[in-house]
Nanobody, 118 residues
Framework: VQLQASGGGLVQPGGSLRLSCAAS????????VGWYRQAPGKERELVAS???????TYADSVKGRFAISRDNTKNIVYLQLDSLKREDTAVYYC?????????????WGQGTQVTVSS
């Protein structure tokens, strides 16, 4: 599975962005999809994920502000970012994974830069 992330950019504090992640194959066949981010000097962290059954998980820092969704017919995963803060500045990476008998296998997109600044 190849993942192509887009939608990043420069936005003022309090603004919004919508990130998109287009998958080359069916996302229904995957165990889950999600978004991670990595700020300068920090480790990559999970932002939001959605498993095949539809359950979602969010980092505490983004709960109530970000929303993950997916379009199974278009094989696209979205991340709606609202009420953005300067500390949301990071490279955002799309992730997909499969869990099988041999363990978990991850696929990664190329990342899209989100900069929150006035």
């Amino acid at each position: 599975v190849q993942l192509q992330a887009s939608g990043g950019g420069l936005v003022q504090p309090g603004g919004s962005l919508r990130l998109s992640c287009a998958a080359s194959g069916s996302i229904v066949s995957l165990s889950g999809v999600g978004w991670y981010r990595q700020a300068p000097g920090k480790e990559r962290e999970l932002v939001a994920s959605i498993i095949n059954g539809g359950a979602t998980t969010y980092a505490d820092s983004v709960k109530g502000r970000f929303a993950i969704s997916r379009d199974n017919t278009k094989n696209i995963v979205y991340l709606q970012l609202d009420s953005l803060k300067r500390e949301d500045t990071a490279v955002y990476y799309c992730n997909a994974y499969r869990v099988g008998w041999s363990g978990r296998f991850d696929y990664w997109g190329q990342g899209t830069q989100v900069t929150v600044s006035s």
